[in-house]
Every structure is written in structure tokens, then in C-alpha cells.
């Protein structure tokens, strides 16, 4: 666990599970900061839709997506479904 480290989210319809995220940056959309983890390492967001479906990314400071090889990995609690 780390901290200062910096995540975000892209929330979309769950219109098809299976399919990819149109709303992800690649695709025009756009990253919403959820913030830094503490100094256990750890972050809370609350007050999310429970609708749709959540792509949990970690970034840089500036909102940005970090490459997959450069990710400290996640680890998702709470009331998910996966």
C-alpha cells in the first residue's frame, strides 16, 4: 500500500457488459479525478451512481492514465460486484 497515489474513474452505461468502454479516454472520454490515497494507502470514494459501470484507473498527477506495466495494482472493497 502506498501513499500518494493518485486514481481516477470513467463511468458508463452498462448497456452491454461485454462490450468495451466507449466513455474511455482512448475513445474521447474523459478520466474523473477520485483522488490520493492516504497514509495507509488507501482511498475512498463515495456518493458513485450505482448505475452503470466504473473502469477504476490509477494516474499521474495531471489526470492521466498510467501505463498498465507502471500501475501499483487495486484492490477494490465495498459493495462491487467484482
Known amino acids: 500500500l502506498e501513499e500518494g497515489a493518485t486514481f ?3 463511468h458508463g452505461d452498462a448497456t452491454n457488459n461485454d462490450a468495451p468502454f466507449p466513455e474511455l479516454p482512448t475513445n474521447g472520454g474523459v478520466i474523473t479525478p477520485a483522488g490520493v490515497t492516504d497514509g495507509s494507502g488507501i482511498l475512498t470514494v463515495a456518493n458513485l451512481a450505482s448505475d452503470g459501470r466504473y473502469l477504476v484507473v490509477e494516474t499521474d498527477g495531471s ?7 507502471a500501475i501499483l495494482g487495486l484492490y477494490c472493497a465495498g459493495d462491487g460486484d467484482t
Open 63 to 69: 489526470g492521466n492514465q498510467l501505463p498498465a506495466d
Open 8 to 10: 481516477g474513474y470513467v
